[in-house]
C-alpha cells in the first residue's frame, strides 16, 4: 500500500503494472479490495490505480465530504503520482457516483468510463432522509449498523458464504466518521440522468443480474442514456459483481479496454 497526501488528506492506494491508465473507484462502505482480482489479468498492459477513497479502507476520513471532494481528491491523486494522461475511469455504485462528478468537474482528464453495478439518479427524498437516520444509527451504534443493513442486499442468492463473512468484516471495520460523511454525500448528490447525454467517450455498463440496490433497469437507462454505450449484464451475480463473478467482469474490462486502442 501506498499514500499521499491530497487536499489535506491521507489517501491510500495501490499502484500496479505498466500502459495506459485505468483509475478504479470502489462503492460504499467498501475499499480498493473489491478491485483486487483484476491486478493479475491487467497489469500486463494497464496501469492500475486503485485508492481507497477519503473516510474507506486506509484513507483518512474528514467529518464532511461532498462527491465534489471525492471527485477532486482522485484528480489530486493524478497530480500526486504524476499522471497527466486521460484515464479509464471504473466506478462501481458509490464510485460510479463519483466517477459522474470526476467527468463533470475533469471531464478532459477521462478517456473512457465503466460503470459497474451504479446508477444515474439521484436519491429520492425518503432515500436521502433514511440516509441521515442511518447516519445518526451509526453515531451511536459505529459501521456494524451499516454492514448489517447491507450486507443480505449485495450479494446474489448463490454467493459464497464465505465472500459474504469478508464483506461484512470490511463494511464493519470501515471508519464511522467515513461512513457517516459518506451517507451524507450520497443523501445530497446531485442527479447525473442529465450528465449521460454529455457523454462522448466510449463507455462500458456492467451489472450484476441480481443486484438489488442499482438494478439491471437502471444500467439499461444508462445504456439508452450514453450514446454508443455497451451494456454486459452477468448472470449469477449481485451488487458486488468484481468479487462475485471475477472472471466474467474481468472479459468484460479487458474487452473493453483492449477495443480503446
Ligand atoms: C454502494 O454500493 O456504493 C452504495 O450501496 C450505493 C448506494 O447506496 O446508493
Do not use: C
Not at 61 to 90: C, K, Q, S, W
Amino acid at each position: 500500500m501506498r499514500s499521499t497526501h491530497v487536499n489535506g488528506v491521507k489517501i491510500a492506494y495501490e499502484l500496479h503494472g505498466k500502459g495506459e491508465p485505468v483509475l478504479f473507484v470502489h462503492g460504499f462502505p467498501l475499499s480498493r479490495r473489491l478491485w483486487k482480482h483484476l491486478v493479475g489479468p491487467l497489469q500486463d498492459r494497464y496501469t492500475l490505480i486503485m485508492p481507497d477513497f477519503r473516510g474507506m479502507g486506509d484513507s483518512d476520513a474528514t467529518a464532511a465530504a461532498t462527491m465534489a471532494d471525492y471527485a477532486d481528491d482522485l484528480a489530486g491523486l493524478l497530480d500526486a503520482i504524476g499522471e497527466n494522461r486521460r484515464v479509464v475511469v471504473v466506478g462501481l455504485s458509490m464510485g460510479g457516483y463519483i466517477a459522474f462528478e470526476f467527468f463533470r468537474r475533469h471531464g478532459e482528464r477521462v478517456r473512457a468510463l465503466v460503470l459497474a453495478d451504479t446508477k444515474a439518479d439521484a436519491d429520492t427524498p425518503e432515500a436521502a432522509k433514511g440516509r441521515l437516520e442511518t447516519a445518526e444509527k451509526v453515531k451511536a451504534g459505529g459501521s456494524a449498523v451499516v454492514a448489517e443493513a447491507m450486507t443480505p442486499k449485495l450479494f446474489a442468492k448463490s454467493a459464497d458464504k464465505a465472500l459474504i463473512e469478508e464483506w461484512r468484516g470490511v463494511m464493519a471495520a470501515t471508519k464511522p466518521e467515513g461512513v457517516v460523511a459518506a451517507l451524507s454525500a450520497l443523501a445530497s448528490r446531485p442527479d447525473s440522468t442529465g450528465t449521460l447525454g454529455q457523454i462522448r467517450v466510449p463507455t462500458l455498463i456492467v451489472v450484476g443480474e441480481e443486484d438489488g440496490i442499482t438494478p439491471p433497469a437502471s444500467s439499461k437507462a444508462m445504456h439508452d442514456g450514453i450514446l454508443g454505450s455497451k451494456l454486459e449484464i452477468i448472470s449469477g451475480a449481485g451488487h458486488m459483481t468484481p468479487v462475485e463473478k471475477p472472471r466474467e467482469f474481468v472479459a468484460a474490462m479487458r474487452s473493453f479496454l483492449d477495443s480503446l486502442e
